[in-house]
């Protein structure tokens, strides 16, 4: 017997007996426990055990049933606006505040609270780190694919009532995560997450990047369509409250009493009638022009109050030479003619 033969007969005997090492695959509840513990570590360097954890397929109905009472509940945003929860219960949300604020967990018992918005802004990064890893740990397990691609922190929710207008009536792949806060276990908690089942998920996963290329595409070619339509616009002197009598009896040659400040309170409006921007009545290149003092946003907040606002030197509309204005021709490009004290009269034609 040679030696590189006596060498295979030892092996062979050395290994009779001996069980077979097998990679143990990564399952989606293990994927979750990971998720957790490298979230609070890495976060807020929180040293975090998971003592139980409970997985179920529920319905729209049923999600309700298994929320803590007075958790922090945020709503989920996916691909394809697929919709999902995250609760924290109190133990676990006082936790993760004491954590940020303190830098060390509290001893004393948790008072029941209801969460604020302020809870949620301050845990909100903390879910979205989880919901990160957890897709990161998903990445490598062989069984229903990444069902968490895509899920981010969106709002809080207020009452869980409200679950059944927000979330499509479908089945729930959910979560239910016991855990230990801190070495020595000072705070106890549960965090529990529900996702649209395993085919929406993965309906809304697969062309996921492509329909996104597409409403992107979609979008922009519309705004171009929208931004190249031509839009009507006017401008509005002054606005004056006559008897019908009077105003029937207008003619050519008629005079109109404008207010002295008429010229600087020019209204530019859409082809509705919405005032549109403020402006005041000027010259541009030897036509008439209107020279804006007021945005489109301060004339809808000032919602036709009077005062006197800075002005944008930019002429705006610029058209045919019309009838002459007295006091509108300065040599300034917008001259407000006599500031005397009374109104002013305009001749207005017909």
Not at 68 to 82: E, I, N, T, V, W
Not at 279 to 301: D, K, M, N, P
Request: include cysteine; proline fraction near 6%.
């Amino acid at each position: 017997m040679t030696d590189d033969s006596f060498h295979s007969v030892l092996r062979r005997k050395a290994g009779a007996g001996r069980a077979r090492l097998r990679i143990a695959t990564l399952t989606p509840e293990k994927a979750l426990v990971q998720a957790l513990a490298k979230t609070a570590q890495d976060r807020m360097n929180l040293p975090l055990k998971v003592e139980e954890n409970a997985a179920a397929l529920l319905s729209l109905a049923e999600l309700p049933e298994h929320l803590p009472d007075r958790a922090l509940m945020s709503l989920l945003s996916g691909p394809k606006d697929a919709l999902g929860i995250l609760s924290l219960d109190p133990d676990l949300m006082a936790g993760l505040m004491e954590m940020q604020m303190t830098g060390r967990l509290g001893l004393t018992p948790v008072e029941p609270r209801r969460p604020t918005r302020t809870d949620a802004v301050m845990c909100s990064p903390f879910i979205d780190h989880f919901l990160r890893q957890l897709q990161a740990e998903l990445g490598g397990t062989d069984a229903g694919g990444n069902w968490a691609a895509g899920y981010a922190y969106a709002s809080a929710l207020d009452d869980p009532r409200t679950l059944g207008l927000l979330l499509e009536d479908q089945p729930y792949r959910c979560f239910r995560l016991t855990v230990e806060l801190g070495i020595g276990a000072t705070r106890t908690g549960s965090l529990f997450l529900a996702l649209p089942g395993t085919d929406a998920v993965d309906a809304g996963g697969v062309n996921a990047d492509a329909e996104a290329a597409e409403t992107a595409h979609w979008q922009e070619a519309l705004s171009q369509s929208v931004m190249e339509a031509p839009a009507a616009l006017g401008t509005v002197l002054h606005r004056l409250v006559l008897p019908l009598a009077q105003a029937v009896a207008l003619a050519p040659g008629a005079e109109l009493t404008l207010p002295r400040d008429a010229l600087d309170r020019v209204e530019l409006t859409d082809a509705s009638g919405r005032i549109l921007a403020r402006a005041r009545l000027g010259q541009a290149s030897g036509h008439r022009a209107v020279c804006l003092a007021t945005s489109a946003a301060s004339a809808a907040e000032e919602g036709g109050a009077e005062g006197q606002h800075g002005e944008v030197a930019a002429p705006l509309l610029a058209g045919s030479r019309p009838t002459q204005v007295p006091g509108a021709d300065g040599a300034d490009g917008g001259d407000r003619g006599d500031t005397a004290a009374g109104d002013r009269s305009l001749a207005v034609g017909f």
